[in-house]
């Protein structure tokens, strides 16, 4: 029953099906786990973050979906991001642009907020929607973060930017987001990143 053995020996679990990222579906690249989840689910560190980043003001932000396991937070999940730059977003108010400095973490989105308020004339009782599009690093994809809580990735996105002196000078117009809710004034907004070089975006 030679052929038995050789069945045996030939018994290894990942042999005939090699591992893939989960999230792009390539076996090529260095996989790895940054979570506690099974060899069959890696993935690529930079698929990791983008995916990560793609879902900024979720629970998948912070933690793995399958294992729960939480991440590092997701600005050093970036190797390539110089924090000494100073980034900057623009805010289109009007049809005017502004650019805007910005710090990450809760002090830097309260002062974000404090400025949205001043250019957009908005009390402090009025609750303000806020939209970030940005380029998700590593990528040519934008896309939408909507909420506040997506603040800390939209700054990893602008300060990327601006290490990457990369020019984004493409601005929309605001559309107003419309829906009134409790009384509350909603308006949407759209924030665009740029490189911090850029000034004079106040066109009166
Ligand atoms: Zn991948
Ligand atoms: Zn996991």
Redesign the pocket.
């Known amino acids: 029953m030679s052929g038995v053995t050789m069945i045996i020996n030939n018994l290894s679990v990942d042999d005939n099906t090699p591992a893939c990222c989960w999230i792009c579906l390539s076996e090529h690249g260095t996989l790895t786990?940054?979570?506690?989840?099974p060899a069959s689910?890696t993935a690529h560190a930079e698929c990791v973050a983008q995916w990560r980043f793609v879902r900024a003001g979720t629970e998948e932000e912070r933690s793995?979906?399958?294992?729960?396991?939480a991440y590092t937070p997701l600005v050093d999940a970036f190797p390539h991001l110089e924090r000494a730059q100073a980034p900057v977003m623009t805010l289109n108010v009007h049809g005017s642009k502004h650019a805007i400095p910005v710090v990450g973490g809760e002090w830097g989105r309260m002062l974000f907020e404090a400025d949205v308020r001043r250019l957009y004339g908005l009390g402090d009782e009025e609750e303000v929607d806020i939209s970030f599009s940005c380029v998700v690093p590593g990528t040519d994809m934008k896309v939408i973060l909507s909420g506040w809580q997506c603040y800390d990735a939209a700054y990893m996105a602008a300060a990327i930017a601006c290490a990457a002196g990369s020019k984004e000078d493409k601005v929309e117009e605001d559309k107003a987001g419309g829906a009134q809710q409790g009384g509350l004034l909603q308006r949407v907004m759209r924030t665009f990143f740029q490189s911090g070089d850029d000034q004079q975006l106040h066109n009166n």
């Open positions: 786990s940054q979570c506690k989840c689910h793995c979906r399958f294992c729960s396991h």
